[in-house]
């Protein structure tokens, strides 16, 4: 299917499990975006994404590792998951430039225990 | 640095009542605006952009650079705007930034 997919929808781990967020867009999108979405916080972005191999921190990157090997695909891993990383995550893709506009999947609901 | 404020974050309205969600917005460059909408248990979606001035299911919103504005407005509340609205800013690195946003409910 065209478009934005996350996988899996919801996710229960342990604490201190690695835990890894799948995000696969279809349009080539050379942006690519993860947020995290909480009550009283908004979406607050994690990592995002200029291209292929390039990566950089958002607001709030701690605890997670991004990878961008493919256009298509931009995976967020939590290294060791925390209580604190219990959230709706976002994956978003966008073109450069004026005009854009950000597109994002349904999202991913994790729960630490 | 960008800063995105949504001052509200629940608001109420009558149905058929006018509604307007604040947006205030910081940034030294020149911020692209838009507002998204979130109904329920969906994905976020794109309501608007300041660029391109238009008005999509009777929303509008005016971007005042004077004041740091992005107001959201429409006239007549409907029960199906009921939703979560958020304003977000994309500075000149392609990034967005989203505000808290404002659970909108609108009562029959």
């Known amino acids: 299917d065209a478009g934005i997919t996350q996988s899996p929808r919801y996710k229960i781990t342990e604490t201190g499990r690695q835990v890894t967020l799948m995000c696969h867009q279809t349009?080539?999108?050379?942006?690519m975006f993860w947020y995290r979405q909480d009550l009283g916080h908004g979406l607050r972005l994690i990592y995002y994404s200029a291209a292929a191999d390039i990566t950089d921190k958002g607001e709030v990157p701690d605890g997670y590792v991004v990878s961008r090997s493919k256009t298509e695909n931009f995976p967020l891993t939590l290294e060791s998951a925390t209580r604190s990383q219990t959230s709706v995550y976002f994956c978003?893709?966008?073109?450069?430039?004026?005009?854009?506009?950000?597109?994002f999947g349904q999202g991913t609901r994790l729960t630490v225990v | 640095a960008q800063r995105v404020t949504q001052p509200e974050k629940l608001l109420s309205v009558f149905k058929g009542a006018p509604v307007e969600l604040k947006c205030n917005y910081s940034y030294s460059g020149s911020p692209e605006l838009f507002w998204y909408v979130q109904y329920s248990r969906q994905r976020l979606q794109l309501l608007l952009r300041h660029i391109s001035r238009e008005s999509i299911k009777g929303f509008t919103a005016d971007l005042n650079k004077g004041e740091t504005s992005f107001h959201l407005k429409k006239p007549f509340a409907q029960e199906e705007d009921s939703a979560m609205y958020y304003c977000?800013?994309?500075?000149?690195?392609?990034?967005?930034?989203f505000g808290t946003g404002t659970s909108l409910t609108v009562i029959p």
């Open positions: 978003a893709s966008s073109f450069q430039g004026a005009g854009t506009e950000a597109f």
């Open positions: 349009w080539s999108h050379s942006y």
């Open positions: 977000a800013l994309m500075n000149t690195g392609n990034q967005f930034y």
